[in-house]
């Protein structure tokens, strides 16, 4: 397989979109757990170039870190929702306000 290199920038950028696509209200749990595998395939493919040792300046290193967080948070979600039964869980988006 033959990936594009992507800068450290371009890579945060469409992180954020795939993040920003995953926070949307009324997502079923279907399209979540596709947006999700193909947020993991992006990483996958890309996650590498945010090794790379090129200088970051203040504000992609910030985008960086936030993007860092807001992974860990979706982990976090995937988990609890994964652990709970269907029902409840489309109990809870019903009345989600």
Same mark, same amino acid.
């Given at each position: 397989?033959?990936?594009?290199s992507l800068s450290t920038t371009d890579i945060v950028e469409r992180v954020e979109q795939m993040l920003d696509a995953l926070s949307l209200?009324?997502?079923s749990a279907k399209d979540f757990a596709e947006r999700c595998f193909a947020l993991e395939e992006f990483l996958a493919?890309?996650?590498d170039g945010?090794?790379?040792?090129e @200088? =970051?300046?203040?504000?992609t290193? &910030?985008?960086v870190l936030t993007v860092i967080a807001r992974l860990d948070q979706l982990q976090k979600r995937a988990a609890v929702k994964?652990?709970?039964?269907? @029902? =409840?869980q489309k109990y809870?988006? &019903?009345?989600d306000d």
């Open positions: 397989m033959v990936s594009i209200l009324g997502l493919l890309h996650g945010l090794f790379k040792t @200088k =970051l300046d203040d504000t290193r &910030d985008r994964a652990a709970m039964p269907g @029902k =409840l809870i988006a &019903d009345n």
